[in-house]
């Protein structure tokens, strides 16, 4: 069964660091790109980060660009999260997800992609 | 950025209804456009890939359609198993945005 487990979270001080870990089973790890998704307390779905199958490349949104970094080890399974300068607004639950490829446009172009795994997040919440 | 509004944010439904939720993107993204459901204290689910493909697993009476800029998920006859959040998201670019997030009630 294809699963991910986070790990990680806590309360943490503003202007503080925090490791995120998500570990993931049941499918080949190496193959797929994976994605941090993140949910404050009663609001939407906020896209994170993405990094490609093979780490080569890597994209994050604008609101942690610079401040957080995603990293993978396919030996291990396990996929990162790096927070650093951490503010109130970063309080969340974070998801861990696999991206799933499913397919190309008869026309050519961008595959179609969605995710199509989660983990059951970890709660990060930043407070002094 | 891609920016992703969803109509609307709530819906007293019943069930037995027919549910259509709304999702606009700010610029043309083909059918770059996926659909997830989420219930209270849970992880989202994929409902829709590519704008009107069903996952699967996903019951037939959830369906999309659009493309370009608008997009529509219907819910042909509401089960008490989808009240729930719903969610779009285009995967044209990165950043990859969600909709603001439609939340179906019971009536």
């Known amino acids: 069964q294809e699963q991910l487990a986070e790990s990680g979270g806590g309360v943490v001080q503003p202007g503080r660091s925090l490791r995120l870990s998500c570990a993931a089973s049941?499918?080949?790890?190496?193959?797929?790109?994976m994605h941090w998704v993140r949910q404050a307390p009663g609001k939407g779905l906020e896209w994170v980060a993405v990094?490609?199958?093979?780490?080569?490349?890597?994209y994050y949104s604008d609101s942690v660009r610079g401040r957080f970094t995603i990293s993978r080890d396919n030996s291990k399974n396990t996929l990162d999260l790096q927070m650093n300068s951490l503010g109130a607004g970063d309080t969340a639950v974070y998801y861990c997800?696999?991206?799933?490829?499913?397919?190309?446009?008869?026309?050519?172009?961008?595959?179609?992609?969605?995710?199509?795994?989660w983990g059951q997040g970890t709660k990060v919440t930043v407070s002094s | 950025d891609i920016q992703m509004t969803q109509s609307p944010s709530s819906l007293s439904t019943s069930v037995g209804d027919r549910v259509t939720i709304t999702c606009r993107s700010s610029?043309?993204?083909?059918?770059?456009l996926n659909w997830y459901q989420q219930k209270p204290g849970k992880a989202p689910k994929l409902l829709i890939y590519?704008?009107?493909n069903l996952q699967s697993g996903v019951p037939s009476r959830f369906s999309g359609s659009g493309s370009g800029t608008d997009f529509t998920l219907t819910i042909s006859s509401l089960q008490p198993e989808d009240f729930a959040s719903y969610y779009c998201?285009?995967?044209?670019?990165?950043?990859?945005?969600f909709g603001q997030g439609t939340k179906l009630e019971i009536k």
């Open positions: 610029q043309n993204i083909s059918r770059y």
């Open positions: 990094i490609w199958y093979d780490g080569s490349k890597k």
């Open positions: 997800a696999r991206d799933q490829y499913f397919g190309l446009p008869p026309m050519g172009g961008r595959s179609w992609n969605a995710v199509d795994v």
């Open positions: 590519a704008a009107s």
């Open positions: 049941g499918f080949i790890f190496g193959s797929y790109g």
């Open positions: 998201q285009h995967s044209y670019s990165f950043p990859c945005t």
